[in-house]
Structure formats: structure tokens, C-alpha cells
């Protein structure tokens, strides 16, 4: 949390200078109700049968921009109350994003991304790659730094800084840090492609947070350091250097843009006894719209960042949406995402260990006067474990819901330029919200 403060204020203080231009304010703020069936989804401990729901979005942000910077904060906080358990479940999430142009040349970009899950009976966690887990609170940063150069008028050279770390309640999850750093090289082909290639190089470092575990009592003096404890079997403190080299090509036009990059991921363990591996990378994302239809796939593949229940995992993910603009005011937006993750570094000769997780998402917008909208969604999650320890829940649960909402402001504000561009050239909105993808 001290880490986010600093970055936020260190970002404040740079944009307070170029704030001539003003700021633009948008934002939103949701309330729905209904039925969810599967209550072990909250609260494995619960009776079967349907319960209450309710549900809180927020959406507030702020964008600053002139012609050689551009800033924005957006914190985001959503919550549910399920009424049969009196179980809460709440995710707070705040973003920035600092651009900097220094010459037509030269640029910087500074993003931090923090999520945090307070403790809970169950909930999914602050990332697709995180599985719903049953009690413990989550908190998760993903900073990066990019600095961008043009050495030439086709091509550009990044190179950027990432640093990432995750931190479980539960006792029995992997703590997580990663940093490291990749650099990219970006040469245009045509009048709307480029090909690209790239390295990068992770350093993580894993650690089970047990309590007893870790040092000892702190001593009566408050000056004197903590007395580390000798490691002891079964108490995970593991290291590891993750590299990927990848190619690609990328496209994009006033219709819609494509993306396939591809590579070999490498993971070393520098300490403990898990064995090394490798596995291919690939990247691949289509993105189109159309009179009153938009859409967008993807796909990636590779082995993760860590943290949770494995020190790295062979990690899949994939998702699609379509928006349908049915009338000038009535708009339907579908949504599926789903990722597995499969247990690396495993020297035995016992079965990996799998996580799968869905979510599937169909949401109904009626766009009234003033900003304000009529809403119904139904949403379906689900997780599958399988020979995972300390071991998951298998859950399903689907709920149906309908209330209002209320935006102001540019919906687009909160969005990279590129991005809003893109936005801008469709006649009319789908509904969905334009600062967080649901």
C-alpha cells in the first residue's frame, strides 16, 4: 500500500505542473439486485438453494491533457451482499497512467495498476489468473515504466521496466514479487502494419507467508532486526528467473485491428528443487466493429508470472465479447473469458496439479435521458481444481440481476488514445462501460 501511496503522490506532483488545460471528470455508479443460485460460491458452509444478491459499481475518474502530456486517475470499487449468508464480496481497484512526450522522438510512460480484495467467505481474486479462494484477502500492484524512442521514421524502440507483486491472507498461497525488465523493437510494414520483436527477463521471488514460519516473535528491543528461523520442510522460499523471446506482427485500421506475437517462455529455479521448463508463448488478440456490431477475440498462452498455489504455471487464457447496438438507446453486450492454469516445476512423477476458471456475462443497457440507464445481466462463474494443494473449491454459481445507473462526464476519458479512437469511430455506443471492460 505504502508502494501505491508514493507512486500516486510522485505522479500528482509530476501532472500538477501541466495542468493548465484542466481537468476532465467522468465516472459512474451502478446498482443492481436479483437472485444467485449456488450459494457454496460465497459460502461453501451455506444451505442450497437461491439467495438475494446486490450489487455496487463505482467508476470514478479524471483526465488531464495537453499537447505533451497526458494523465489520468480511476478508482474503481464493486461490491456484492448475498443476503442467506451475510457474506460481502469487494474488489477496490485504482489505475494511473502518466504520458509524457519530450520530443517527437522521445517518450515516457509510467502506469500502476492496485487491486485489493478484502478478507471474504470466498471470491474470486484481483486477477483472471487468480482462483477463487476461500477466505484471506488479496492485494496485487502491476507498476511499468516504458521508455519509447524513434530512432528512424519506421521504427521504434521500447524498453520497460515491470514490477508485480501479489500478497495472500491465506496462509497456505505462494506470496509473490516479480521484476524485471524487456525491450522491444517495432518496424513498420505497410500503411498499417508492423512487425516487432522482443526479450524480456522476470526474477521471481515466492514465499509462504505460514505464520510461525517465517522469523521470530520481535524481541523486546524495538530496534533490534527480526531473528530469521531456519528453513524447514514444506515452507516454501523459492527464486526463479523466467526469460521470453517472441516475434510478431500487429495491424490496425479505422475498422479494427489484429495482433500475433509468439515465442518461448524459459523458467529457471534458482533455488529449491523444482525443475526448470519451457513451453511456447503466444499472444494473439482480433478486434472489429461495424455499423451497430463490434467484437473482440483473444488468446494467450505461456507460463505466468507465479504466486497463489504454484510458483509458475503453464497459464492459458482466452475471452470474447460482441456488442450489439439494437436501437439508438437499447444495447446488448456479450461476454466469456476463461483461463487454466497447469502446475510447473513438479520433479515427481504425481499429475500437475490444474485450476480452470470461467465467467460468462450477457448485460441488457437502456440508455435514458440525463445519463441515467436501465441495466439487467446475468452472469455465470465457475471453477474447477484438480489435485491442487492446499485444495480449491469446484463451484458454480450464476446470478440474474437488474437495476440503474448513472454516468457523467466523457465515458471515453479513461481510455488510452489509441483506444478511444478506435471507440470514437463507431456510430453509437454498445453499452459497455468505457473505462473498465466488464
Same mark, same amino acid.
Given at each position: 500500500? %505504502?508502494?501505491?501511496?508514493?507512486?500516486?503522490?510522485?505522479?500528482?506532483?509530476?501532472?500538477?505542473?501541466?495542468?493548465? +488545460?484542466?481537468?476532465?471528470? /467522468?465516472?459512474?455508479?451502478?446498482?443492481?439486485?436479483?437472485?444467485?443460485?449456488?450459494?457454496?460460491?460465497?459460502?461453501?458452509?451455506?444451505?442450497?438453494?437461491?439467495?438475494?444478491?446486490?450489487?455496487?459499481?463505482?467508476?470514478?475518474?479524471?483526465?488531464?491533457?495537453? %499537447?505533451?502530456?497526458?494523465?489520468?486517475?480511476?478508482?474503481?470499487?464493486?461490491?456484492?451482499?448475498?443476503?442467506?449468508?451475510?457474506?460481502?464480496?469487494?474488489?477496490?481497484?485504482?489505475?494511473?497512467?502518466? !504520458?509524457?512526450?519530450?520530443?517527437?522522438?522521445?517518450?515516457? =510512460?509510467?502506469?500502476?495498476?492496485?487491486?485489493?480484495?478484502?478478507?471474504? +467467505?470466498?471470491?474470486?481474486?484481483?486477477?483472471?489468473?487468480?482462483?477463487?479462494?476461500?477466505?484471506?484477502?488479496?492485494?496485487?500492484?502491476?507498476?511499468? +515504466?516504458?521508455?519509447?524512442?524513434?530512432?528512424?521514421?519506421?521504427?521504434?524502440?521500447?524498453?520497460?521496466?515491470?514490477?508485480?507483486?501479489?500478497? /495472500?491472507?491465506?496462509?497456505?498461497?505462494?506470496?509473490?514479487?516479480?521484476?524485471?525488465?524487456?525491450?522491444?523493437?517495432?518496424?513498420?510494414?505497410?500503411?498499417?502494419?508492423?512487425?516487432?520483436?522482443?526479450?524480456?527477463?522476470?526474477?521471481?521471488?515466492?514465499?509462504?507467508?505460514?505464520?510461525?514460519?517465517?522469523?521470530?516473535?520481535?524481541?523486546?528491543?524495538?530496534?533490534?532486526?527480526?531473528?530469521?528461523?531456519?528453513?524447514?520442510?514444506?515452507?516454501?522460499?523459492?527464486?526463479?528467473?523466467?526469460?521470453?523471446?517472441?516475434?510478431?506482427?500487429?495491424?490496425?485500421?479505422? %475498422?479494427? !485491428? &489484429?495482433?500475433?506475437?509468439?515465442?518461448?517462455?524459459?523458467?529457471?529455479?534458482?533455488?529449491?528443487?523444482?525443475?526448470?521448463?519451457?513451453?511456447?508463448?503466444?499472444?494473439?488478440?482480433?478486434?472489429?466493429?461495424? !455499423?451497430?456490431?463490434?467484437?473482440?477475440?483473444?488468446?494467450?498462452?505461456?507460463?505466468?508470472?507465479?504466486?497463489?498455489?504454484?510458483?509458475?504455471?503453464? &497459464?492459458?487464457?482466452?475471452?470474447?465479447?460482441?456488442?450489439?447496438?439494437?436501437?439508438? &438507446?437499447?444495447?446488448?453486450?456479450?461476454?466469456?473469458?476463461?483461463?487454466? =492454469?497447469?502446475?510447473?516445476?513438479?520433479?515427481?512423477?504425481?499429475?500437475?496439479?490444474?485450476?480452470?476458471?470461467? %465467467?460468462?456475462?450477457?448485460?441488457?443497457?437502456?440508455?435514458?435521458?440525463?445519463?441515467?440507464?436501465?441495466?439487467?445481466?446475468?452472469? !455465470?462463474? &465457475?471453477?474447477?481444481?484438480?489435485?491442487?494443494?492446499?485444495?480449491?473449491?469446484?463451484?458454480?454459481?450464476?446470478?440474474?440481476?437488474?437495476?440503474?445507473?448513472?454516468?457523467?462526464?466523457?465515458?471515453?476519458?479513461?481510455?488510452?488514445?489509441?483506444?478511444?479512437?478506435?471507440?470514437?469511430?463507431?456510430?453509437?455506443?454498445?453499452?459497455?462501460?468505457?473505462?473498465?471492460?466488464?
Amino acid at each position: 500500500m %505504502r508502494r501505491v501511496l508514493i507512486i500516486l503522490v510522485v505522479t500528482l506532483l509530476a501532472a500538477q505542473g501541466q495542468a493548465r +488545460a484542466g481537468w476532465e471528470r /467522468f465516472g459512474e455508479v451502478a446498482l443492481m439486485g436479483g437472485r444467485a443460485t449456488n450459494p457454496e460460491m460465497v459460502d461453501p458452509e451455506s444451505l442450497e438453494g437461491d439467495q438475494t444478491v446486490g450489487s455496487l459499481d463505482l467508476k470514478f475518474g479524471a483526465l488531464m491533457r495537453e %499537447r505533451k502530456t497526458r494523465f489520468h486517475v480511476l478508482y474503481a470499487p464493486e461490491g456484492e451482499y448475498y443476503a442467506g449468508s451475510q457474506v460481502v464480496r469487494a474488489l477496490h481497484l485504482l489505475e494511473t497512467v502518466w !504520458h509524457q512526450t519530450f520530443t517527437p522522438r522521445n517518450g515516457l =510512460r509510467f502506469s500502476d495498476t492496485f487491486a485489493y480484495t478484502p478478507e471474504s +467467505a470466498g471470491a474470486f481474486g484481483v486477477s483472471p489468473l487468480t482462483p477463487i479462494v476461500s477466505g484471506g484477502g488479496i492485494a496485487a500492484n502491476d507498476l511499468r +515504466a516504458t521508455w519509447a524512442a524513434r530512432p528512424g521514421p519506421l521504427t521504434q524502440l521500447d524498453v520497460s521496466y515491470d514490477d508485480h507483486f501479489a500478497k /495472500f491472507d491465506a496462509p497456505d498461497l505462494l506470496d509473490s514479487s516479480v521484476r524485471g525488465g524487456a525491450i522491444d523493437l517495432t518496424r513498420r510494414a505497410g500503411p498499417r502494419g508492423a512487425a516487432l520483436v522482443g526479450y524480456s527477463m522476470m526474477f521471481g521471488r515466492f514465499q509462504d507467508e505460514s505464520p510461525g514460519t517465517d522469523i521470530l516473535p520481535p524481541p523486546p528491543d524495538p530496534n533490534a532486526p527480526p531473528v530469521p528461523l531456519p528453513d524447514e520442510e514444506g515452507v516454501e522460499r523459492l527464486e526463479s528467473r523466467l526469460q521470453t523471446a517472441y516475434a510478431g506482427y500487429r495491424y490496425g485500421g479505422p %475498422r479494427g !485491428h &489484429a495482433e500475433l506475437v509468439a515465442g518461448v517462455d524459459a523458467v529457471t529455479f534458482t533455488t529449491g528443487d523444482l525443475e526448470d521448463d519451457s513451453a511456447l508463448m503466444i499472444r494473439s488478440s482480433v478486434g472489429w466493429n461495424a !455499423h451497430r456490431f463490434s467484437g473482440r477475440l483473444g488468446y494467450r498462452q505461456g507460463i505466468d508470472n507465479g504466486g497463489g498455489n504454484f510458483a509458475h504455471s503453464l &497459464a492459458s487464457s482466452a475471452e470474447a465479447g460482441v456488442g450489439f447496438r439494437i436501437s439508438e &438507446a437499447a444495447s446488448l453486450d456479450l461476454s466469456a473469458s476463461q483461463s487454466l =492454469r497447469e502446475e510447473l516445476g513438479n520433479a515427481d512423477d504425481e499429475e500437475p496439479g490444474t485450476v480452470e476458471t470461467w %465467467r460468462r456475462r450477457g448485460q441488457v443497457r437502456y440508455r435514458l435521458d440525463g445519463g441515467w440507464s436501465l441495466l439487467m445481466a446475468v452472469t !455465470h462463474d &465457475a471453477q474447477e481444481s484438480v489435485d491442487v494443494a492446499p485444495s480449491l473449491p469446484s463451484v458454480r454459481s450464476t446470478r440474474y440481476e437488474a437495476g440503474f445507473s448513472y454516468s457523467f462526464g466523457n465515458p471515453l476519458a479513461g481510455q488510452e488514445p489509441a483506444r478511444a479512437a478506435e471507440e470514437e469511430e463507431k456510430e453509437g455506443n454498445s453499452g459497455r462501460s468505457a473505462t473498465r471492460d466488464e
